[in-house]
């Protein structure tokens, strides 16, 4: 038996995909998946072909993701009569997916991460399995370089008047902070799970090291009920504004100009973001706007999203109606495969027609930490470019 | 030597030249040593001291900074306004270069149209770029002036203090180098320490920002940025003991030489002014009345890398 099969015009052999040269073993029994299991990381990346595995005893299995444009519950196809499972997904280069497995048996059905591979993806709603297609790596500022100095994160319980709660945020202070110098700000919303999930004091101590992002300070704020103060929440606005801003800027050396300032947040942290905008123009030049919960609707009030999204939908409708420059520049990110691509990719000529710079950029990901993470040099870089151009070494 | 002492430009020292041009020069005795632009790691500087013969005093002029700013509060408060001041009208100023600049290169892209009148738009726009350079360092002088008239430097005893004890480190130096790194920390360090007067009556070899310092111009460059080109811009004025020249370290490194127009640009924009690539092994001594010797590698207005001298300068 040969492993590759002759294809293409110019007589190369390409070599047949290892669950093809699997299926053609014989005899195709435990051993075999035994050896082939030893041999491969799951899932199985080759070119664009993602082979998906699970090996043990079931009825059904399935590969769970949250992939737009693809039958999100994807059969498994048993190996023989092995143990084996598996299902192939075409994967475009670069692609990021997160994944469960669902196993059936009788009437039993469980879902979890896949058993087989190590890679993981956490977030505040749990863990996920990780396939990295062909292409994607992980950037290498998102680990701690030992070379880097680390900044330091500060805890600051803030007396909300706003909010009519205590604001429990952390500070971040870049490592060679002096009180002499003046900084940008940059105030993250749902900062716990971007330093958990984003691994953003990583990416922080690394970026300023590597000098593509100034040295900064940054907010991390937490939301006491999200679904309550990201939609679009006046107490919230002047929370920011009000409460948080005169706090920092009286205990730290903020530079005092609106272009210094940025407001970041993901998902309904991206829709507090830029209401937080709307309601005070003029005091934030930049926004970094990561899969924004941007849903809206063209005509009626259909928007699927249940009752949570309604003071989204009524905030964006109106956005949309007046478009408003509520900042100098935004940076917009979203990932290709998931639901929000559509309200992201329409806002774009609209914060550029209602004045605003955008850069906007696509990833092969989805809704999920680790692309808002992989994304952060691009953003960080461009809103808070670091001091590369005065280095002449 | 005759008349006023020599000046020596370099390119990176990643791989050092610098023992070999102190030999070639047959400078001996003190150096004094200004690496303001390492900043924290000022004072790391043995293995520089090492290519001087050992005998080298470190002017230290980036932490007399910091203790100045530490030290004296007004001092540091009008010192961080200014730099706020400064980076907004830099920002400022990079936009309306940044739409010239595009405005620019669209041009010489416009293949359709009549090449007279192209070449007359493209002269119009140079223009512009030319005027924008010039408005914004006489804005930055301004605020220099308002900002030095409000400190008054030479009447703050721990200025004074530093300045006193740069002068007497200086005063036993038979020749000084300036080292490259932050241009920006440089230049502030130096100017603040008034050290101008102190390296002109001495031999000086500079490299990359050290370079860029002593030049009277200072541009700021960088075509592979992360974010894509930047547009080159003028930061500062700098000491002026090298006149006539816009110094560019790493050329090769930083900019898309290959990129005709663009490199024609930088030329034309800074003319009369040469611009000096400083790439690793570069060498460029200086006449004795400090302008560059005639042959020097430098930008020229065709966007070529070449002698100047020659019948395109």
Redesign the interface.
């Known amino acids: 038996m040969t492993d590759t099969t002759p294809v293409g015009w110019a007589g190369t052999k390409r070599r047949r995909p290892a669950i093809e040269r699997l299926l053609a073993r014989k005899p195709l029994d435990e051993s075999a998946v035994d050896r082939f299991l030893a041999r491969h990381q799951v899932p199985v990346v080759e070119g664009a072909r993602c082979t998906f595995l699970y090996r043990g005893a079931a009825d059904e299995v399935f590969v769970i993701h949250r992939i737009v444009g693809l039958p999100q519950r994807v059969p498994m196809q048993r190996v023989g009569e092995t143990s084996l499972w598996f299902a192939v997904l075409e994967l475009p280069a670069g692609s990021r997916v997160e994944y469960q497995l669902e196993v059936r048996r009788g009437s039993d059905v469980v879902s979890g991460n896949d058993p087989l591979n190590p890679r993981v993806a956490h977030s505040p709603v749990g863990s996920s399995s990780v396939c990295a297609a062909s292409g994607y790596v992980v950037p290498p500022w998102v680990t701690p370089d030992p070379e880097a100095r680390p900044g330091s994160l500060e805890e600051l319980v803030l007396p909300s008047r706003a909010l009519r709660r205590d604001a429990r945020c952390q500070v971040y202070l870049p490592a ?1 902070f ?1 009180r ?3 900084y940008p700000l940059l105030v993250v919303h749902d900062g716990s799970d971007y330093l958990q999930y984003a691994a953003m004091k990583t990416v922080l101590d690394n970026l300023i090291h590597r000098l ?1 992002m100034a040295e900064t300070v940054v907010v991390f704020t937490d939301p006491g009920s999200r679904e309550v103060e990201y939609p679009n929440n006046a107490a919230h606005a002047r929370f920011v504004v009000s409460d948080l801003l005169p706090a920092l800027a009286s205990s730290l ?1 903020l ?3 609106p ?1 210094a300032r940025c407001l970041t947040g993901a998902s309904f942290g991206g829709v507090a973001s830029l209401s937080v905008a709307y309601r005070n123009p003029g005091v934030f030049g930049s926004l970094l706007l990561q899969s924004g919960s941007f849903v809206f609707t063209d005509i009626g009030f259909d928007h699927g999203g249940g009752q949570v999204f309604d003071p989204v939908v009524k905030f964006m409708n109106r956005f949309r109606a007046r478009p408003r420059r509520v900042a100098d520049r935004i940076y917009q990110s979203c990932g290709v495969y998931e639901p929000l691509i559509v309200p992201n990719r329409s806002m774009v000529p609209v914060f550029e027609g209602a004045g605003m710079e955008v ?1 906007y950029v696509e990833a092969r990901d989805g809704h999920s930490w680790e692309n808002w993470r992989d994304r952060l ?2 953003g960080l ?2 809103i808070f ?1 670091g ?7 | 030597m005759s008349g006023t002492p020599p000046v020596t430009l370099l390119g990176p020292q990643r791989r050092p030249t610098l023992p070999g041009v102190v030999e070639s020069l047959s400078l001996t005795g003190l150096f004094a040593i200004v690496t303001a632009g390492w900043q924290e790691r000022e004072k790391d500087d043995a293995e520089l001291s090492s290519y001087l013969g050992g005998e080298s005093v470190n002017l230290a002029l980036w932490h007399r900074l910091q203790d100045v700013l530490d030290r004296d509060p007004e001092f540091a408060e009008a010192f961080r306004a200014r730099r706020a001041m400064l980076d907004e009208m830099q920002d400022l100023y990079l936009m309306g270069v940044g739409h010239a600049m595009d405005a620019l290169l669209s041009l010489y892209e416009r293949r359709s149209a009549t090449a007279s009148l192209v070449s007359r738009a493209i002269t119009d726009a140079e223009e512009v770029l030319r005027d924008l350079d010039d408005r914004h360092r006489r804005r930055i002088a301004s605020v220099h002036g308002a900002f030095y008239d409000r400190v008054v430097p030479h009447e703050r005893p721990l200025v004074r203090q530093h300045r006193d004890e740069v002068t007497v480190a200086l005063s036993g130096a038979s020749a000084a180098v300036v080292a490259g790194g932050h241009v920006a920390a440089l230049l502030d360090a130096m100017h603040l320490f008034n050290v101008a007067p102190l390296l002109g009556s001495r031999p000086v070899i500079a490299w990359s920002a050290g370079a860029m310092a002593l030049t009277e111009r200072v541009v700021l460059f960088n075509d592979r940025a992360p974010h894509g080109p930047a547009v080159p811009e003028v930061y500062d004025a700098g000491l002026g003991l090298v006149p006539g020249v816009v110094a560019l370290p790493s050329a090769r490194k930083r900019l898309l030489v290959a990129n005709g127009p663009r490199m024609a640009t930088l030329a034309r924009r800074f003319a009369p002014s040469a611009c000096v690539p400083l790439d690793p092994g570069a060498v460029v001594s200086l006449s004795s009345d400090r302008s560059l010797p005639a042959g020097t590698l430098v930008v020229r207005e065709d966007g070529v890398v070449g002698p100047s001298g020659g019948s395109d300068d």
């Open positions: 060679r002096r002499t110098h003046s593509d050396p530079l005092d100009r272009s850069r040099r691009d870089s461009w470019p001091p590369q151009k005065y280095y002449y070494e």
